[in-house]
T-cell receptor
Framework: AQSVTQLGSHVSVSEGALVLLRCNYSSSVPPYLFWYVQYPNQGLQLLLKYTTGATLVKGINGFEAEFKKSETSFHLTKPSAHMSDAAEYFCAVNSPGAGSYQLTFGKGTKLSVIP | EAGVTQFPSHSVIEKGQTVTLRCDPISGHDNLYWYRRVMGKEIKFLLHFVKESKQDESGMPNNRFLAERTGGTYSTLKVQPAELEDSGVYFC??????????????FGQGTRLTVV
């Protein structure tokens, strides 16, 4: 079984401040981890993914995430928030090693950026 | 390249009626997924097609939901009869076929279904 927990349904940051969105997962096999973003009135867009190899993953729009196996975490960060980052962010996991290609999502975190 | 397209974008129906949602995946994508997000909750997996075959339908809530993918191209998701708890946003996603499961899934904009 696999699951995802996102801490904080709403996060507010000031423009230019650090963005930190937390994600913890559980998986019985090595997981593949993803962050998706949904801008208003749009579909889900992949920000970044971790499969194997380097544990620090860089994505689009200046975002990055670090896979920490010992902490079962995959937190998303961005050094300096921009107004255009306001959106809902979803962490997701799948476990192809267990024959499961379905994504299991967290509940999402809405990011607000304050001017 | 066109993205994943879903029709309609919004649908409001009365309890007991039938609704059919459609998804056109990206051309060449053999994997097609349906997900649903009920208000305030997480996005949940419904089912997975590989070409025209149902690979995994473990997330389908009950037999009022019927998904098809004729010819391995577009897919439809029919809800008959609709109940109030079926309200939510239905997402479709597609990806290339891979043995590793790490290919990117591209999502459509979703269909917002409201049952009144």
């Amino acid at each position: 079984a696999q699951s995802v927990t996102q801490l904080g349904s709403h996060v507010s940051v000031s423009e230019g401040a650090l963005v930190l969105l937390r994600c913890n997962y559980s998986s019985s096999v090595p997981p593949y981890l993803f962050w998706y973003v949904q801008y208003p009135n749009q579909g889900l867009q992949l920000l970044l993914k971790y499969t194997t190899g380097a544990t620090l993953v860089k994505g689009i729009n200046g975002f990055e995430a670090e896979f920490k196996k010992s902490e079962t975490s995959f937190h998303l960060t961005k050094p300096s928030a921009h107004m255009s980052d306001a959106a809902e962010y979803f962490c997701a996991v799948n476990s192809p090693g267990a024959g499961s290609y379905q994504l299991t999502f967290g509940k999402g975190t809405k990011l607000s950026v304050i001017p | 390249e066109a993205g994943v397209t879903q029709f309609p974008s919004h649908s409001v129906i009365e309890k007991g009626q039938t609704v059919t949602l459609r998804c056109d995946p990206i051309s060449g994508h053999d994997n097609l997924y349906w997900y649903r997000r009920v208000m305030g909750k997480e996005i949940k997996f419904l089912l997975h097609f590989v070409k025209e075959s149902k690979q995994d339908e473990s997330g389908m809530p009950n037999n009022r939901f019927l998904a098809e993918r004729t010819g391995g191209t577009y897919s439809t998701l029919k809800v008959q009869p609709a109940e109030l708890e079926d309200s939510g946003v239905y997402f479709c996603a597609s990806s290339r076929l891979s043995g590793t499961g790490n290919t990117e899934a591209f999502f459509g904009q979703g269909t917002r279904l409201t049952v009144v």
